[in-house]
C-alpha cells in the first residue's frame, strides 16, 4: 500500500505508524505534491489540504474522523505583512507547499478587507530570502514556519487564531484522501493516529530543530487531531466563502 505523508512536523501523530511499520511503501512531500500523485492513482491514500479534498470531491473521499486541527495559535501557519509597504498589499507570496493556507489567507482578506488579494506561490527559501530583503509581504507553512527568521519590518499574523477571531470558529488544514472507487474505513486513520499518540513523546525528543518545550506545546496544545464541531463548522463556512469568491474550482 502506497500511502502520502506530509513532511512536516504538524502532521506526524498522523503519519508515525505508516513511517515505522515496514508493511507501507511512503512518499513523503507536500500536499500540494501528494494531491497530484493521488489524482494519476500513484498513491492509495494520502494527508493532503483540506481544500483539496472538496476541490476533488468527484474523484476523491476523504475521513474527516482525525485531521491537522487548530482551535487558536497554530505557529506553523503564518502571515508576514510589511509594515513599510502598503497595507493590506494587493499581493502576497505564498508558500508553494499548502493550498488551504493559501486559500484560509485569501478568505481572511475576504472577510475583513473585502477583497481577495492576488497570490503568488513561491518557494520558501525565495520567500526568506526577500524578507531578508524586506521585501514584499508573504506567507510560510509547516515547519518553514516554526523555523522562520522574519526581521522586525514584518508584522506577524497566525491565521489560525486570526480565523478565530473573526469567525469564532476552528479550522482543519488537511486530511486523509482516498480514490471513491477505493475505498478505506475511517478506523484505519483513527488507529494510525492513536499510535503516533501513544508514541508523542518519542516524536517530540527526536524533533531536534526546535527546543523540546516549544515542540511539546505545538503538539500536545496548539494542534489537536480529532476534529471537534466547531472544526467541523469552520471547514464548512471555508469552503462557503471558496466557492463565494471563485477560488474552490
Known sequence: MKIGIVKHLNARPLTYYFENHPDYEIISDNPSFLVEELKVGRLDCALISSIECERNRLNFSYSKS??????DVVRSILY????NEQSPPKEIHTDSGSRSS??????IFHLVYGFTPKVIPTEAKEINSSMEKNQGSHLLFGDHALLHNAPEDYQIYDLASW???ITKTNFCFAFWAFPKDKPIEDSFFTNALEYGLD???????KEKRLPTAIVDRYLRKELHYYPDQLN????Q??????KKIGILN
Open 66 to 71: 482525525v485531521g491537522v486541527c487548530a482551535r
Open 80 to 83: 508576514f505583512e510589511n509594515k
Open 102 to 107: 493559501v486559500a484560509l489567507l485569501q478568505c
Open 163 to 165: 480565523w478565530n477571531q
Open 199 to 205: 508514541h508523542i513523546e518519542e516524536i517530540i525528543h
Open 232 to 235: 467541523l463548522d469552520g471547514f
Open 237 to 242: 463556512l471555508y469552503i462557503d466563502t471558496c
